[in-house]
């Protein structure tokens, strides 16, 4: 029985990762005619198609599609591999594909990540920064961080800390329009929803005796990244609610003040999401236990 065509399988991976022959060929310093016949050669052991090719592009089969997952896992197997086999962390080389939420990466990642790439200077960084859910496999992610209540699903995730969300206000519109006591006296204020979240339209509330409301807050402004709320919210335009790492530097300062204060809303953690595979590149668990050790 002949062996597994290793190189063509890492090929196909990388090709449909890039979406064109020509950029595997400058990624992984190789001619493109070798990308081609390697392709070539792999759907003729698997006796279909795995591309399908113009002059200008080429795209996934069908069969394609079927069998990326199992290109993707000898890919990462093998660079796992190869990374165990170097003996210090000065040797740890290569690109990470890192996905994060936009408002916490700038304000939080950034500055960890710069002591990474201190420590790592072998390691680059791709940082892809989106409020949007990404698609940790289908789009070649490494790792990814986000901020929810996640589902149960085959990614691997670690779960770094809880966020605490605030209701929030500025001192001069409560003055001007009062405070809400209860959560269903939210309908009648101007209020800012966070779009990026599966409903909404509907704020899911919880009373310290455990008493679950539903509210359909009245919207002002709605948006899917939290930090454009935070100078509308100030001015006293309406009432929100986010997360600690966006909010509370105005709390503490006064320019914001957190209201319905024996009510929690929807609780939320900080999570490290990667790809179903326990083997990754040694590089890309040096960033996560990076990120664990600074984000904690």
Not at 265 to 276: D, G, K, Q, Y
Request: glycine share 6%; hydrophobic share 45%.
């Amino acid at each position: 029985m002949a062996l597994p065509d290793y190189e063509a399988w890492a090929i196909f991976a990388a090709a449909a990762r890039l979406g064109s022959f020509t950029a595997v060929s400058h990624e992984l310093a190789i001619s493109k005619p070798t990308v081609s016949k390697a392709i070539t050669r792999l759907e003729e052991s698997l006796g279909t198609v795995l591309f399908h090719r113009t002059s200008r592009k080429i795209s996934l089969s069908t069969a394609g599609r079927a069998l990326l997952p199992y290109a993707r896992t000898i890919a990462m197997d093998g660079e796992a591999a190869m990374e165990a086999a170097r003996n210090t962390v000065h040797l740890l080389r290569g690109q990470i594909r890192l996905a994060a939420p936009l408002s916490f990466g700038l304000s939080h990642l950034a500055p960890i990540l710069a002591d990474f790439m201190c420590a790592y200077p072998e390691i680059t960084v791709d940082v892809q920064l989106s409020d949007a859910r990404v698609d940790l496999i289908d789009e070649g992610f490494d790792l990814a961080v986000r901020i929810a209540e996640l589902p149960d699903s085959s990614l691997r995730v670690v779960r770094l800390r809880s966020m605490k969300t605030y209701c929030i206000a500025s001192p001069d519109y409560l003055k001007r329009r009062g405070t809400p006591a209860r959560p269903e006296e939210l309908t009648g204020h101007d209020c800012f929803l966070y779009s990026n979240v599966a409903t909404p339209e509907l704020w899911h509330i919880t009373a310290r005796n455990g008493e679950k409301i539903s509210v359909r807050p009245k919207c002002r402004f709605q948006s899917n990244n939290g930090d454009i709320m935070l100078p509308a919210l100030i001015a006293g335009r309406g009432i929100g609610f986010l997360p600690d790492f966006l909010c509370q530097d105005a709390i503490d300062s006064g320019a914001l003040k957190a209201i319905l204060a024996d009510w929690a809303f929807s609780e939320i953690s900080l999570n490290l999401v990667m790809p179903p595979s326990p083997h990754r590149p040694a590089r890309v668990n040096a960033l996560i236990n990076f990120l664990k050790q600074h984000l904690r």
